[in-house]
């Protein structure tokens, strides 16, 4: 018989508040708010606390559960942390997942269709019997300086700017959804093919919508403080500044109640 | 004249807990606990808070700052906060420097003296008339499997770790100091050159002293729970585990007092 | 009408080797040599040369050809650069996608079945008639040192490696195949999910299999020279050392007749 | 006494092209052209060729060297590869540092200064009594769409890009001269700190000047063609689409003759 070294006692006595297994590439099918399913894949952390008393965890469980898992959501991850702690014999469980999101988008003229990438991730916390549910989306858009605009003859400087949106979860919603609260607020929205009509209209969009990087967090931070779906929340706004070789950066945070 | 776009009044009535600069790449010379100087190269972010009645900052005073500071260190990041309120007219500032950060080492048995190097962040938070300041080091080991040695007839898999400590500063203490406390809790430290008696020692070394992730955080708190100059903590551990492709992980907080 | 600048005439009378898209996520269906389909992300390049009399390419047409494509593999590369040639009116075609490629692997003691992810690039150049077709595995092992073995009372030093094979196809060949090139020939090979009788096995077959970053790349190179689909390769091994914080890398080349 | 593993014999019949370190962070002190000395943090990567008759190299002996070094520049390099292909018994050698090299620049108009990083990797090779020296130089700036501008009514998208020199060296130049050479090219250059007024300026500059991506590469390939101190070179351009996820990419070749 081999020894379980991870099941024998501690006497330390310091309990441990996360372990598990980090940085794990997973092939996942991710389930949106209007139910359909995409494949894609994710790097996962799975984690649960260890009591004082024992030395360690059994990280081949948390590989286990995943291999039976069959698809991944805001609705699943409930259960699946429930199995986490059942299966760790754990009071508290972690699971986050990162993955690149699509979405087929239509150009604002032709209506070409073409696929826009996010990086998306959903967070599940189970402390006891509470559960906590969290969406991360980083949203490219368009941003246009107003400064630049105003004090300039012609031109205004512009860039590709990430909007970050990290969501406490109170009600039922799409990770679409929670895109489209940022994509709708930069100078202009991002796609992957723009015919030259449309390229013509985005670039006046951003021209006639100026927004600073405060801008750009204010105007979320509106849209988001009308969401009742969502209880708290941090946006960011970075500006991979054209003029510059680093970025400009805002953030405003509606703490959960 | 040109006009100042930021200095305008703005009517959404949010206010914006940081806005500044990010990811500027800057040459600072960092002074460590016994004062010595060391040439490197920081990633930059600086933010301040902006009150709702403005509509943008300006984020040229950061870089104006930032060039007439001659060096950076924990000792000197209070004056530095105290700047950037005074000249961006804020109540909050946040000054975060990433880098890294090297120490020569003698190896273990012939004393052969090499560069180590390490990334070291430091955190400067100042709200009102409270300055706070946070290090962070990640700290390079080796980490032997103590159920794989168990469990074998013979070697065990180890692989390169990296404990990270983030540490809320209390009293003076050099960066060299938190990286030891790190250091000398993997199965064995890492050096830049081993001569053949050196690999000899570390190779035993690791063998005699095996760690999980877990000991690795339990055994790194239990020394930063007797240090009086660090009042809160997390601690880190992470494996590159040299038999999967995936890491294993572990966190132990200690919040502020 | 709208004008297509990039259709004028251009004086300057350079030729661009390469002009096109990158860095483009995308979901793709990629097929192995046994002919079966597994959802992915891959980051896409894509290009083609651009004769001295045109101003610009039309970078739009590129994303269309890609949204009418079914899947991906080195069976299908050919006809998508001939697409490419003719759709962009150019000679040469230029095509590389990057992915994580997934592979069930049983314990090899247990037989316990997880996934492994391997980083995977396909590039096919196509110039005038002639198309090539390269394939680079990037197959994670684990490498255990021979010195340290051999100096030492007990234990060795080992940890993660890459080993990474880029081969020019001179054969129908599966990307499985490539990467079982490499991963017989590491110390041990790296799973998922591995049970204590399979832990066991893996620490005392590596130790039983010592071998450098050179040992790695000549056994990996004897393999590659016995394989008639392969007419070329580089195959490199990068040690991510446990005992220092820098890796110990070897590369050899065969280049194609 | 300790055994040397290294040292002996090998029975394969593989000679092994490069074998070293990789991905060694070391302080370095850098020459430029003007001979002045800038204390930077390199990558370095060094690597000797390997006879088939033995087993492998003595890495510890890179790092030694490295220590040895006083200081990084085209200049010094050739001594450099000399010496490591004496200490380590090996016909051919290679040596690669990547770092961050900063510029002071004035600001347009107000002529303001302001650190502006670049990144830059010098590339030493020997092959017996042959040395050849390559400088690679990541140079930010302004593109802003020519179509862009010709469709719409008011305004151009813009964007970060970089623009990125490979040179083999056959004359005495400066890193910073090689540099320019990108700089000037772009639709607007890239600042540290702009005021006002000097916003104004490269915002109209860069709406006077549109260019492709095929514009960056052509331009600076017409001054590249023209300066007898680089013998042959590749030039690639980047653009970070404001009004895309992915890049527009283009690269001209002319190699050494």
Redesign the interface.
């Given at each position: 018989m081999?020894?379980?070294?991870?099941g024998r006692a501690?006497t330390?006595r310091?309990?441990?508040?996360?372990?598990?297994?980090?940085?794990?590439?997973?092939?996942v099918r991710v389930k949106n708010g209007a139910g359909e399913i995409?494949?894609?894949?994710a790097t996962l952390?799975m984690?649960v606390n260890?009591p004082e008393s024992f030395?360690?965890?059994h990280?081949?469980r948390f590989?286990?559960i995943l291999?039976a898992t069959s698809e991944l959501s805001l609705a699943s991850l409930p259960v699946l942390l429930e199995t986490v702690t059942r299966r760790l014999e754990s009071n508290d469980a972690y699971i986050e997942a990162t993955f690149?999101y699509?979405v087929a988008k239509a150009a604002p003229v032709t209506g070409v269709?073409?696929?826009?990438?996010y990086r998306v991730t959903i967070v599940g916390k189970r402390s006891g019997d509470d559960t906590e549910l969290t969406v991360r989306v980083v949203v490219?858009v368009?941003s246009?300086c107003?400064?630049?605009k105003?004090?300039?003859?012609?031109?205004?400087?512009?860039?590709?700017s990430h909007v970050t949106i990290t969501a406490r979860i109170a009600g039922e919603i799409g990770i679409d959804d929670i895109i489209r609260i940022a994509e709708v607020e930069g100078s202009?929205e991002?796609?992957?093919?723009?015919?030259?009509?449309d390229?013509?209209y985005?670039?006046?969009h951003?021209?006639d919508h100026p927004k600073?990087?405060?801008?750009l967090?204010?105007?979320v931070?509106?849209r988001l403080n009308g969401e009742p779906r969502i209880s708290g929340y941090v946006v960011e706004a970075?500006n991979?500044?054209?003029?510059?070789?680093?970025?400009?950066?805002?953030?405003?945070?509606k703490p959960v109640p």
């Open positions: 081999i020894v379980d070294v991870q501690d330390r310091i309990p441990i508040n996360r372990v598990g297994i980090k940085d794990l590439a997973y092939p995409q494949s894609t894949v952390n984690y260890l030395k360690g965890t990280m081949s590989l286990e291999h690149p699509f269709r073409s696929m826009m990438d490219p368009t246009l107003p400064s630049s105003d004090i300039s003859q012609y031109g205004a400087h512009n860039q590709r202009a991002v796609f992957g093919i723009l015919k030259r009509a390229e013509k985005v670039t006046e951003a021209y600073f990087v405060e801008d967090v204010r105007d931070a509106i970075e991979f500044e054209s003029i510059h070789n680093h970025s400009a950066y805002a953030l405003i945070e």
